[in-house]
C-alpha cells in the first residue's frame, strides 16, 4: 500500500536515452518531495534529481544538468525521470524514495528519505 516502485531501466549505448518511473501508492505526491539517487558498484549512494512536493521546484546533481529531467504526473500518481545523453558513468542502480522533510534545502542527503523503491539497473555501455 505504501510504496514506491522504479522501472524503466535498462541497457543503452552512449549518448543514448531511458525513461525511468516511479509509482507510489499510499500517499499524496502532494505531500512529499520525491528523490532519485544512483548507487554505482563501490560507491556511495549519491542524490541525482528531485521535484518538490508543489512539483514546481526541481533539482539536479552537477552531473547530470542539462541532461536529465524530473517531472511526475499527480494523476497518475508517478514520477518520472528522463536521462538523455547518457555516458558509462551513468551506469548504476537508480532508486526513486520519499523525502519526508519537505522544506529542507539538502534534497541530496539520503538520511532525509523514509520510503525506498527497489531499484533499477541502468546500464551504459557501448
Known amino acids: 500500500q505504501l510504496r514506491l516502485v522504479e522501472s524503466g531501466g535498462g541497457l543503452v549505448q552512449p549518448g543514448g536515452s531511458l525513461r525511468l518511473s516511479c509509482a507510489v501508492s499510499?500517499?499524496?505526491?502532494?505531500?512529499?518531495?520525491i528523490g532519485w539517487f544512483r548507487q554505482a558498484p563501490g560507491k556511495e549512494r549519491e542524490g541525482v534529481s528531485c521535484?518538490?512536493?508543489?512539483?514546481?521546484?526541481?533539482n539536479y546533481a552537477s552531473s547530470v544538468k542539462g541532461r536529465f529531467t524530473i517531472s511526475r504526473d499527480t494523476a497518475k500518481n508517478t514520477v518520472y525521470l528522463q536521462m538523455n545523453s547518457l555516458r558509462p558513468e551513468d551506469t548504476a542502480i537508480y532508486y526513486c524514495?520519499?523525502?519526508?522533510?519537505?522544506?529542507?534545502?539538502?534534497?541530496?542527503?539520503?538520511?532525509?528519505?523514509?520510503?525506498w523503491g527497489q531499484g533499477t539497473q541502468v546500464t551504459v555501455s557501448s
Open positions: 524514495a520519499r523525502n519526508r522533510y519537505p522544506y529542507r534545502s539538502n534534497w541530496y542527503d539520503p538520511v532525509l528519505y523514509d520510503l
Open positions: 499510499g500517499f499524496t505526491l502532494d505531500y512529499y518531495p
Open positions: 521535484i518538490s512536493s508543489s512539483g514546481e521546484s526541481l
